[in-house]
């Protein structure tokens, strides 16, 4: 497949720079697989598409709050530093900004929260590509990022976040991603009250989001490109529960990307799904036949994105791009912030 099908041309304007409130008032475009018909709503009233018996899966990863601001030691040079993964107790593989940072490169971290008692150093310890190091801090500082770092938002939000919450799902639980899975922003807990009272069920997977996931195809050849891998947990009572709805009829509902990633990484011959626990290197693209996932809800996604290949292999990348530009024609709002897709 070549890498411009998944392009296409967004007006700057529409690229959600603040989140809407309440959280389900987000406009919900609904598209049917089957007839390419679409449907314009509001968030809340996914529950009119919804059946009892259905599963909803969602991601229940945690944000980190993994922008850090440093100086070099003793130079006072200023350096941002994006935690990505943790790889032990004491060592990040990281995106850092700022010249000259090389092996033996030593900072002091700023915290974010003034006169906070927390005083951080840490040593680049390899280089890697496209910018990254692995740093190796003085002590973990796990419990030491909510004072200081800060939320890492998409580099296309451009606004200051006033309550860093509203980069968190409800849902949010387990710390260590870099992003958030946005898809899962909607859902209120007035809702899912609603929905369980409909008959539809829960469950959750952890998958831990990398900022790979913003980072457009480069290479001619969609299959070309090497995908990032991404920690992945499916649970043995997830799995159950998937087992359970499948028993009864009920389709299996997707909340975003990441839940989709983390259902097909688990998922096995014939339907199927076997818990999991390690890392996904799991690239859908358009021809992938879907072992787990029955209906997907998902955000607008950026051109020449892995994100934009799964959900149009999901859907027919033509009918979702149809829909794309019947959602520009509407003003919808796009990225992390921005409007939902139902996809039936």
């Given at each position: 497949?070549?890498?411009?099908?998944?392009d296409?041309n967004?007006?700057?304007?529409l690229?959600?720079?603040?989140?809407?409130e309440?959280?389900?008032?987000?406009?919900?475009?609904?598209?049917?697989?089957?007839?390419?018909?679409?449907?314009h709503?509001?968030?809340?009233?996914?529950?009119?598409?919804?059946?009892?018996?259905?599963l909803?899966?969602?991601?229940?990863?945690?944000?980190?709050n993994?922008r850090l601001?440093?100086?070099k030691?003793?130079?006072?040079g200023?350096?941002e530093?994006?935690?990505?993964?943790r790889?032990d107790?004491?060592?990040?593989?990281?995106?850092?900004?700022g010249?000259?940072?090389?092996v033996?490169?030593?900072?002091?971290?700023?915290?974010?929260?003034e006169?906070?008692?927390?005083d951080?150093t840490?040593?680049?310890?390899?280089?890697?590509?496209?910018?990254?190091?692995v740093l190796?801090?003085?002590?973990?500082?796990d419990?030491?990022l909510?004072?200081?770092?800060?939320v890492?938002?998409?580099?296309?939000?451009?606004q200051?976040l006033?309550?860093p919450?509203?980069?968190q799902?409800?849902?949010?639980?387990?710390p260590?991603?870099?992003?958030?899975?946005t898809a899962?922003?909607?859902?209120?807990?007035?809702?899912?009250?609603?929905?369980r009272?409909?008959?539809?069920?829960?469950a959750?997977?952890?998958?831990?989001?990398?900022?790979?996931?913003?980072r457009?195809i480069e290479?001619?050849?969609?299959?070309?490109?090497?995908?990032h891998?991404?920690?992945c947990?499916?649970?043995?009572?997830?799995?159950?529960?998937?087992d359970?709805?499948r028993?009864?009829?009920?389709?299996?509902?997707?909340?975003?990307?990441?839940?989709?990633?983390?259902?097909?990484?688990?998922?096995q011959?014939?339907?199927?799904?076997?818990?999991?626990?390690?890392?996904?290197?799991?690239f859908?693209t358009?021809?992938?036949?879907?072992?787990v996932?029955?209906?997907?809800?998902?955000?607008f996604?950026?051109p020449?994105?892995?994100?934009?290949?799964?959900?149009?292999?999901?859907?027919?990348l033509?009918q979702?791009?149809?829909a794309?530009r019947a959602?520009?024609?509407e003003?919808?709002?796009?990225?992390?912030f921005g409007?939902?897709m139902?996809?039936?």
């Amino acid at each position: 497949m070549k890498t411009f099908e998944l392009d296409y041309n967004l007006p700057a304007e529409l690229i959600a720079q603040t989140p809407i409130e309440p959280r389900d008032a987000a406009r919900l475009l609904v598209l049917d697989r089957a007839t390419g018909a679409l449907a314009h709503r509001r968030f809340r009233d996914v529950a009119e598409f919804l059946r009892p018996g259905d599963l909803l899966v969602f991601n229940e990863t945690r944000v980190l709050n993994a922008r850090l601001q440093a100086v070099k030691i003793p130079t006072g040079g200023r350096v941002e530093v994006l935690l990505l993964k943790r790889c032990d107790g004491q060592t990040w593989e990281a995106l850092v900004g700022g010249s000259g940072v090389r092996v033996g490169t030593r900072m002091r971290i700023l915290p974010a929260v003034e006169s906070a008692p927390v005083d951080a150093t840490a040593e680049v310890v390899a280089e890697l590509e496209r910018g990254r190091r692995v740093l190796r801090f003085d002590r973990p500082i796990d419990d030491q990022l909510d004072v200081l770092g800060g939320v890492p938002l998409p580099p296309y939000i451009h606004q200051s976040l006033r309550d860093p919450e509203r980069y968190q799902t409800i849902f949010a639980r387990v710390p260590g991603s870099a992003a958030a899975p946005t898809a899962g922003l909607h859902f209120t807990p007035d809702l899912m009250q609603a929905l369980r009272e409909q008959g539809v069920g829960a469950a959750f997977v952890d998958l831990r989001v990398g900022l790979d996931t913003f980072r457009p195809i480069e290479v001619d050849e969609v299959e070309q490109h090497r995908i990032h891998t991404e920690r992945c947990r499916v649970s043995a009572d997830t799995v159950e529960r998937i087992d359970q709805a499948r028993r009864t009829g009920g389709r299996i509902v997707a909340v975003g990307t990441t839940a989709v990633r983390a259902l097909e990484t688990a998922g096995q011959a014939e339907g199927r799904v076997a818990p999991f626990d390690g890392d996904t290197g799991l690239f859908i693209t358009p021809g992938y036949r879907f072992r787990v996932v029955d209906v997907m809800i998902t955000n607008f996604h950026l051109p020449r994105s892995t994100l934009l290949a799964l959900v149009g292999a999901f859907a027919g990348l033509e009918q979702v791009l149809a829909a794309y530009r019947a959602a520009m024609v509407e003003r919808y709002r796009f990225y992390s912030f921005g409007d939902a897709m139902l996809i039936l």
